[in-house]
């Protein structure tokens, strides 16, 4: 009796959170609001960087891991306060499981991250990197600490998400040594 | 003098228009190089914010973005995105049995090499809000099941529903089942006894998650009661096949991550599995309740988990006659188990490669005879205790070689020791 009293309560709350529930705003951002997350209130300047072989290697290098680095272009976002460059916001496209993730990479003027955030999330949204677990990779620089083998954590339940936005951020860090945009 | 003054600038402007208006051919072409170039420079530009655009997609790319700084409040793209996602996991496990059992008799046990499960994930994400996501799964190269598929339909950005075949939310390994997730070639007996692994019904709930935990409550089809046995639960499985719905339970789950990387939770499963059946003119309730608390720990390099499960059975003496069983081979009125197992990559150190070499040790306990109904015996072959000692090799993160060595204990001494060997794979 307690069950079927527990189970009609349960229907009951289900229902109402559907017909109660506004609606969130979609959960894709784009790259000005990414920025002004970071860099809030920065004027921003974009840059085009075309990298040769020897890059791409070094790169790579760098990433360590075997992660691929295929970028033949590398573009930075620079973020500037008072006239002076505060940042710079990088956007790696990756796929998690079938489906892409995009994510920011800010780092400041002296190479270290200083936040991660989702841009887009294809795949379902119980595999999405948590904002706590991100957190993790602020105020790191690019070395052997910044890896799963290292210090950064897995996620339970999203393993694979876990590795890409790890190499992601590798990625972007290796890349930004090899073109050093300021 | 009026007149003297003019003609003494008129003559040198117009001189310099003449000597400005006739340009030589190099000038000429220095002008026509600067055009060109310019043109050119404004193309490569075009073209690296297209591939921007293709890597990245219209929605994150600001397509009216400026090139020298961007707009206070630049207005969002809305854009449904969606697409079909596949994916997969499998494991093909060979077990080697000891020709003796624990006592000296002959064990009896044939070695085997199975295609334990091949699985392929599909999913199909209508919008932000509403997804499909399904696992089929082919079991021992020729059993096909639908191991879940259900609709997810998100309320809000932390808040969902979820309805279908669902994964009883109970436990660390029978949500997240995938061979290079967990140490060692089997599950842990704990969760194939107590927690049935894989454990699946049809139903309706509800999940969410904040930063620090996450949660699930389900109300499923129960389990069916005629089909425990002295071993456990796992035969009650109904597998969402025509399942009896006489009675549903109640599934839910809460989990703390402390740290990244650091899980603590517990479940709880209760609902009545008599399924309609009756015995003397009297329906049979038989409810189960089964409860869980568990741990992961993966951080620098270490692989920890722990976990705590404890059923009891209401009924059992009519379930029992219901099914025909006597003396010690009646279901459990209580069961219980644990166990705690810890790994560590000898590999954490080497950077230059995403290869991980974990040697573990397993330490387990279950038993499905803690107690039993008034008229049964409990029999000590239920006790079984169980150390396992192994490796996961893992060349990448998503493919795994893992071999152990297990050895086995009962209260009867009927234990069979064994060495596994799995090669199991995640995409």
Redesign the interface.
Known sequence: MALLIFQRAFFCVAVSILTATQFLSAQTLTITEGVQLAFPGSIVERKTFFLNDEQKEEARRLAGENIPIDNNLVIPYIAHTDGNPVGIAYFDAHRVRTLQEVIMVAVDTEDRVIRIETMRFQEPPNYRAPGRWMAQFEDRKLDRDLSQKGDIATITGATLTARAVTAAVRRVMALHAVIDPL | MTSSIRTSLIVPVLFMLLVSAVKTPEIVAQQADSVRIAELERN??AL?RE??RM???D????LD?G?????PA?S????I?S?????GYGEFLYENYAGKKQDGSASGKTDQFDALRAIL?T?Y?FN??L?F?SEIEVEHAKEIYLEFAYI??????N???RAGMLLAPLGLTN??H?P??FLGTERPLTENKIIPTTWRENG????G?T??TSWR?Y?MNSLNGAKFSSSGLRGGRQKGAKAKAEN???AARW?Y?A?????LGASMY???TGQGAELNGSEVGGRVTIWDLHM?Y????FDLRALWAHASVKDVDKLNQLIGLAGSSGIGEAMGGWFVQAGY?L????????S?FIPYVRHERVNTHQAVASGYSASASKDLTAISLGFAWKPA??VVFKGDYQMHETGTSSGINQINFVVGW??
């Open positions: 490569v530009e690296a591939l921007e890597d990245l997609g929605v994150v790319v600001d973005s090139e020298k700084g961007f707009g630049a969002r793209v809305y854009k995105e697409g079909l996602s596949i994916g994930y999913g994400k932000d809000r997804l996501n997810d339909y998100m309320l809000t950005d808040v969902g529903m949500e997240l995938e290079p997730i309706i709930g509800l999940f998650e930063e620090t409550i109300t549903f339970g109640i989990d991550i740290t990244p990387g650091l899980l209760t609902g009545n992961d993966k951080v620098n390099g990559d590999l954490r150190t080497k950077q230059d490669t995403e991980a993160t998503q995640l995409y």
